[in-house]
């Protein structure tokens, strides 16, 4: 079969910068023709060279804290898996840690935890401002949602970036999934982070219970109308421990769908390809470098603390680097792509690619 001219036309839409109807977008991850779906990948990665370039960025991981005061459905780590054995790992573990990333060509600590309260403002604050005099990496906390007033601490103390998925754009679902809290509560922060000068990262899980298709064009219409700089979407991956043990895992090739298609629809953002994507396939991992991604982040929590924060099963040692391979497998695994180790900290330049439809070279073609 080969590519209806509808399909290539609405790709090359997305192309041109022109796709921001629900339909058209539900279109596109509907495709299933491997002609169309190749036409759609290769669209999306002539948008990454064009807008971020070969530049792969790593973003080192530390998941400092396993415990978590919420009860997210999916997730192993909530409050009521009283499986999970909780650890801190001691702030001169995590500072020692944060040390010996710049040399693994990682120039962002992603500092992760579940939603604990006993990392309170000062806590937290303390442990950016040291992570920040004794190094040159940017930070990243992706810690959950907190007040505007500790936002706006952190972002003092030094912090740049911030992590908050949206999970999903379906407000019921929302609900459905995480009793007790409402999407519009999260979006909020997400609106706080970006007025206070952070650059924000949000995106969702592919393939959870009662999501549809239309829910994942929605999920990418919020993204963008957010202007979320950092998107992170990954595959459901069912937890023993959890209400949804016995829910079907996300599709891969969805979630390289909705790769491509926020790659199009947002141009110049920095898109990992995820770790859940790579553990339920590493080949896909890899295959979302070639569909609109640019940034890595292994993992670098000790491996002591690495096997208990378990959000999702196999997410161990091994899931951190692509196709298992041994650590430091991926810099070869990039550069043997074509693609270089990014060397600056990996902001988003916006800059140097305007979003205006038609601004980037590479768009159309
Ligand atoms: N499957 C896939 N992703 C998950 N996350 C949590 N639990 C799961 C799961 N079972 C994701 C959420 C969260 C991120 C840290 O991990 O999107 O924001
Ligand atoms: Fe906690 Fe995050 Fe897991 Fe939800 S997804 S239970 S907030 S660690």
């Known amino acids: ?24 977008i539900v279109r596109l991850l509907e495709l299933d023709a491997p002609e169309e779906l190749d036409a759609l990948f290769r ?7 064009a807008c971020v370039g070969d530049e792969i960025f790593l973003r080192g991981i530390i998941e ?11 997730c192993g780590l909530r409050a009521q898996n009283r499986e999970v054995v909780r650890y801190r790992i001691p702030e001169d573990e995590i500072v020692a840690r944060a040390h010996g990333l ?3 060509q990682c120039t962002t600590v992603v500092l992760q935890s579940g939603e604990d309260r006993f990392y309170d403002r000062e806590r937290m604050c303390s442990l950016i401002r040291r992570i920040k005099a004794e190094t040159d990496l940017a930070i990243t906390l992706s810690i959950g949602e907190r007040s505007l007033e500790d936002y706006r601490a952190f972002k003092e103390a030094g912090a740049d970036r911030y992590l908050l998925r949206h999970e999903t754009a379906n407000a019921g679902l929302y609900r459905k999934l995480h009793p007790g809290y409402e999407l519009e509560d999260r979006i909020q922060c997400l609106r706080w982070l970006k007025g ?15 999501q549809t298709v239309h829910d994942l064009a929605d999920d990418v219409l919020l993204i963008r109308a957010l202007d979320i700089d ?15 043990r016995d829910a079907p895992a996300g599709s891969t090739d969805l979630v390289l769908k909705m790769l491509a298609v926020l790659r199009l629809l947002t141009r110049d953002t920095n898109i990992p390809a995820t770790t859940a994507l790579g553990v339920l396939d ?11 991604a640019n940034v890595f982040m292994p993992n670098f929590t000790p491996v002591r603390y690495m096997e208990l924060y378990e959000i999702y099963p196999g997410k161990g040692p091994e899931a951190g680097t692509i196709a298992k391979a041994s650590e430091g497998g991926y810099v070869a695994l990039f550069e043997g792509m074509g693609r270089t180790i990014g060397r600056g900290c990996g902001y988003r330049e916006k800059k140097a690619c305007p979003r205006e439809p038609g601004s980037c070279a590479g768009g159309a073609a």
């Open 1 to 24: 079969m080969t590519c209806t001219s509808e399909t290539l036309r609405i790709i090359e839409k997305a192309a041109q910068g022109d796709v921001t109807g629900r339909e058209e």
């Open 43 to 49: 669209a999306a990665d002539r948008m990454r060279k």
């Open 64 to 74: 400092f804290s396993g415990y978590c005061s919420r009860n997210c459905h999916y």
């Open 102 to 104: 710049w040399e693994r």
């Open 196 to 210: 206070l000068g952070y650059e924000v990262g949000s995106g969702c899980i592919v393939g959870l219970p009662g």
């Open 230 to 244: 950092m998107i992170g979407v990954g595959p459901f991956i069912p937890h023993p421990g959890t209400p949804l």
């Open 282 to 292: 590493p080949g896909a991992r890899r295959n979302a470098f070639l569909a609109g």
